[in-house]
């Protein structure tokens, strides 16, 4: 079975730019979270969603949003990209919201904002 | 917020030797869990081990233990017969049971080189 995969692996992005950061979960598994891992820095939680619905949010700036799709596919957008934006954002699932033991992390996408 | 401390940016161990990686956190909360990950340089966060505070027991998984002192709020990572495989980040996470959603909180991560 395919683990959590992410798209795209890289990308790279000019300051003012906005950006769409994709996740797929384990089949099955309807809930997806999104952490920024700056460089030298443990992930950072900015988004929950379960069953298409926000059940959490780090503490990020608006300009950072998320949604979630029927087939339990998530997005992260992020406007106005600034300089400290640059950073790998992991996206990982779980069978349903509670289930600590089942998260799984993608490779991330490295984001480099210019 | 709760926050969670590796005071080890790196360390080094020889193969087949045994090796500790510090945590300690700070919380209010009496019941949570608590993770290492480890992360390749692939950079696949891979969970290793998971502890539930209201259990006494550590924790085992084959070459991997921890030492939980819940009082000291204190959670290391030991690492048996060290394998070239296990040179990568290691990071520490803490999870409240309370919350509903599945965030997690880590910390800065120990860099652990694997000595041939």
């Known amino acids: 079975d395919a683990g959590v995969t992410q798209s795209p692996t890289h990308l790279i992005k000019t300051r003012g730019q906005h950006v769409t950061l994709r996740c797929s979960p384990i089949?099955?598994?309807?809930?997806v979270s999104w952490y920024q891992q700056v460089l030298g820095q443990g992930p950072q939680f900015i988004f929950q969603?379960?069953?298409?619905?926000?059940?959490g949010r780090g503490n990020f700036p608006d300009r950072f949003s998320a949604r979630q799709f029927p087939n339990y596919s998530s997005e992260l957008n992020v406007n106005a990209l600034l300089l400290g934006d640059s950073a790998l954002y992991l996206c990982?699932?779980?069978?349903?919201?509670?289930?600590?033991?089942?998260?799984?992390f993608g490779p991330g996408t490295r984001l480099t904002v210019t | 917020a709760q926050t969670v401390t590796q005071s080890q940016p790196e360390m080094s161990v020889q193969e087949a030797e045994t090796v500790t990686l510090s945590c300690t956190y700070d919380?209010?909360?009496?019941?949570?869990?608590l993770f290492w990950y480890k992360q390749p340089p692939s950079r696949q966060m891979i969970l290793v081990i998971r502890?539930?505070?209201?259990?006494?027991q550590n924790a085992t998984e084959n070459r991997f233990s921890v030492n939980f002192q819940k009082a000291a709020k204190s959670f290391s990572l030991k690492i048996s017969d060290s394998q070239l495989g296990d040179a990568a980040m290691y990071f520490c996470?803490?999870?409240?049971?309370?919350?509903?959603?599945?965030?997690?909180?880590f910390g800065t991560g120990t860099s652990l080189t694997v000595i041939p």
């Open positions: 990982a699932s779980s069978l349903r919201q509670g289930l600590v033991h089942e998260q799984y």
């Open positions: 089949s099955g598994h309807k809930s």
């Open positions: 969603y379960y069953e298409k619905e926000e059940r």
């Open positions: 919380t209010s909360e009496s019941d949570y869990y």
């Open positions: 502890q539930e505070a209201y259990k006494q």
């Open positions: 996470a803490y999870r409240s049971i309370s919350n509903t959603g599945n965030q997690f909180y």
